[in-house]
């Protein structure tokens, strides 16, 4: 069954008791976080502080989604560095990444972090899919271990100029071929794939996705642009896609309460006539 979450950075400066009761409120069953929110460095937060973001979000009536964002705002990581050192402190990151996922009872990583896995001056990108798939084959038995998944996000060539097509991440994926290593699909990203449209790649792909992130490619929300939402949602609950569906938000303009009401107005809508049409109920 699709779920409908929300990140948590449109909440920039709320209270997290706040905000999870905001969310809750509006109709969310779920909170996707960013670590930048907790903290410069997630390792800065100690276990029982997780432990008690947990209760919060729980005794809200929410469940933890995971981790997105995982390495924006820090320094020394990077995923497709030539440096064997700098490969390991972020793999160590990583796992570290992990654990707190877990302590937040959260069961997923979305690692999109463009500007920590551009190409470098020099650095090829069959170089670059080598030094990805060492990091992330360092993290594999945290992964398993803890029952995360760590859902690899393409970007826009826009934005990164490594991993900018779904088939591009699947190579990936395939390489490390690992059932906690998934696909990460999302709107504004999929809008630029060569593949197709978005709801084309969703119905060849979804099936086989962690996560799915919504917005409108103008960086708002659903429903606050140009992108029909109702193509999108039928495709979702065509492939069998059974996962969250996470608002993720640029532009916070329009204020972080506006942009999540009108968000899940239109995810609920045409989520509930995509299930109608296909004869299942919300």
């Given at each position: 069954?699709?779920?409908?979450?929300?990140?948590?950075?449109?909440?920039?400066?709320?209270?997290?008791?706040?905000?999870?009761?905001?969310?809750?409120?509006?109709?969310?069953?779920?909170?996707?976080?960013?670590?930048?929110?907790?903290?410069?460095?997630?390792?800065?937060?100690?276990?029982?502080?997780l432990?008690?973001?947990?209760?919060?979000?729980?005794?809200?009536?929410?469940?933890?989604?995971?981790?997105?964002?995982?390495l924006?705002?820090?320094?020394?990581?990077?995923?497709?560095?030539?440096?064997?050192?700098?490969?390991?402190?972020?793999?160590?990151?990583?796992k570290?990444?992990?654990?707190?996922?877990?302590?937040?009872?959260?069961?997923?990583?979305?690692?999109?972090?463009?500007?920590?896995?551009?190409?470098?001056?020099?650095?090829?990108?069959?170089?670059?899919?080598?030094?990805?798939?060492?990091?992330?084959?360092?993290?594999?038995?945290?992964?398993g271990?803890?029952?995360?998944?760590?859902?690899?996000?393409p970007?826009?060539?826009?934005?990164?100029?490594?991993?900018?097509?779904?088939?591009?991440?699947?190579?990936?994926?395939?390489?490390?071929?690992?059932?906690?290593?998934?696909?990460?699909?999302?709107?504004?990203?999929?809008?630029?794939?060569?593949?197709?449209?978005?709801?084309?790649?969703?119905?060849?792909?979804?099936?086989?996705?962690?996560?799915?992130?919504?917005?409108?490619?103008?960086?708002?929300?659903?429903?606050?642009?140009?992108?029909?939402?109702?193509?999108?949602?039928?495709?979702?609950?065509?492939?069998?896609?059974?996962?969250?569906?996470?608002?993720?938000?640029?532009?916070?303009?329009?204020?972080?309460e506006?942009?999540?009401?009108?968000?899940?107005?239109?995810?609920?809508?045409?989520?509930?006539?995509?299930?109608?049409?296909?004869?299942?109920?919300?």
């Amino acid at each position: 069954m699709i779920r409908l979450g929300i990140c948590n950075e449109l909440f920039e400066g709320w209270d997290f008791a706040r905000v999870c009761r905001t969310v809750k409120d509006l109709g969310y069953e779920g909170l996707e976080i960013a670590p930048f929110t907790l903290a410069p460095k997630i390792t800065d937060v100690p276990r029982d502080r997780l432990r008690e973001y947990r209760r919060i979000i729980e005794e809200a009536g929410l469940r933890t989604i995971g981790l997105h964002w995982l390495l924006a705002k820090t320094e020394g990581f990077y995923l497709t560095s030539p440096d064997p050192e700098v490969r390991r402190r972020t793999a160590d990151y990583l796992k570290a990444l992990a654990e707190a996922t877990s302590e937040l009872g959260g069961t997923l990583m979305v690692f999109g972090s463009p500007k920590q896995r551009n190409l470098l001056p020099g650095v090829t990108f069959e170089a670059a899919l080598g030094y990805a798939e060492e990091v992330f084959r360092a993290l594999l038995p945290t992964l398993g271990s803890l029952g995360i998944d760590l859902c690899l996000e393409p970007l826009a060539p826009s934005e990164t100029d490594f991993l900018t097509s779904i088939d591009q991440a699947n190579t990936l994926i395939a390489r490390l071929d690992h059932p906690n290593v998934k696909l990460h699909m999302d709107v504004k990203a999929q809008s630029s794939d060569p593949g197709g449209t978005v709801p084309d790649l969703i119905l060849r792909h979804a099936r086989q996705a962690g996560h799915f992130h919504a917005q409108d490619t103008n960086l708002k929300g659903p429903g606050m642009g140009a992108v029909d939402f109702g193509p999108i949602l039928r495709a979702l609950v065509a492939s069998g896609y059974d996962g969250w569906v996470s608002v993720e938000v640029f532009d916070y303009s329009a204020g972080a309460e506006e942009t999540a009401a009108q968000s899940i107005r239109c995810l609920r809508r045409e989520l509930e006539a995509a299930l109608a049409e296909s004869g299942t109920a919300l």
